[in-house]
């Protein structure tokens, strides 16, 4: 995950042509959905990706676009709320959209992917991570380029359990399909591995302001590590208030905390926070040419996903470059037997949809930064 920074405000529903439209394109230009958190808390989430999309669409419309014809992109916010996903995924079915990149959570994309599936149209998320959305076998047109939360669990517990130690764990998660999800995995490992008890297993509301309770039940627990499933709202607040509380457990979160807004809220208390995140990219070719152009739009870093973002717009230009056709089986064909150049290097999907050559990190927050825990 790339180190987040002040990223823009866009008119998120609006349609966007992304170069300069000569005649001969302007008649059917070949649209591509990008949904997710435009706005609201989680947007440090999805405008790294929307940014991206967009600055890939303008180099593949600066040459020439895709079988002779100019990628539109089709902005749609849904705020990483489920309830409003539904209505974003029937909008972009009835804009006519070739393929979709989003959404960015696991819940909206879940709600989303039925809608998808039905139209015949592909989607490819950065960050929607639920193992369920590709192993359940219901979304066949559904490809991310992140790995899943099994194996993000399988890196964080490990770290935990070989580096950290502890005999005692506390497992929090904000009940939603992403943070519950990777909590259960997390139990289920540990429990296996026989090296740690998990003392405490509890959610925690979305929106919650006192978690005194909470962290009265760790303090009674005696546990050493703290593991938090969720996003960064609720864990830059879980972990103030413990220090606050003068309880110095090691509080260990996914992705969903590694992010520069986590470090902001959390301040002085982020320091030694360890979170998961997709494998460290930054000496890798095109990670430096979009982020370098990134700065050069926006005067500032990207954010949490923008490589995944980068990535899953690559693979997707690629996959509807290369198919036969646009129908969503073509596509699809396409994405499981094409391989792409991305800021991960390499990759391509299993027959499930998960990526192949992308994984986890761990990371630590010093100096008011996430940096490879060592």
Known sequence: MAKSGKIFPVLASAALLVASVSPSFAAAPIKIGVAGAHSGDLAS??????????LVVKDVNAKGGIKGELVELVLVDEQCKPEAAANVATKLVSDNVKAVIGHTCSG?????????????????????????????????????????????????????LEKLAPKKIAILHDKGDYGLGLATY?????????????????????????FSAVIQKIKRSGAEVVIFGGYHPE???????????????????????????????????????????????TKNPLTIEYREKFKKAEG?????????????????????????????????????????????????FDEHGDPVGIGFNMFVVKDGQYVTAE
């Open 186 to 210: 997390a139990r289920k490992f540990i429990g296996e591995s026989g090296k740690a008890e998990v003392v405490l297993f509890e959610g925690i509301t979305v929106g919650q302001v006192d």
């Open 108 to 160: 909206p994309t879940k709600a989303a992917l039925p809608i998808y599936r039905d139209a015949g149209i592909v989607a490819i998320s950065p960050s929607a991570t639920t193992p369920e959305l590709t192993q359940s076998g219901e979304y066949k047109y559904f490809f991310r380029t992140i790995a899943s939360d099994d194996r993000q669990a399988r890196t964080m517990t490990d770290f935990v």
């Open 300 to 348: 500032a870093d990207p954010g949490s996903f923008f490589d995944n973002g980068i990535a899953a717009t690559l693979a997707i230009i690629n996959a509807l470059d290369k198919a036969k056709s646009f129908t969503a089986d073509d596509v699809a064909t396409a994405l499981r037997s094409e391989k792409v150049d991305t800021p991960f290097g390499e990759i391509s």
């Open 45 to 54: 989430y999805g405008l790294p990706t929307l940014k991206g999309a967009e």
């Open 235 to 281: 864990a830059s607040k879980l972990v103030s208030q413990m220090r606050k509380k003068r309880l110095d457990a090691i509080f260990v979160s996914d992705d969903g905390a590694k992010d520069e807004a986590f470090i902001k809220v959390a301040g002085k208390d982020a320091e030694g926070v360890y979170a998961t995140g997709p494998t460290d990219t």
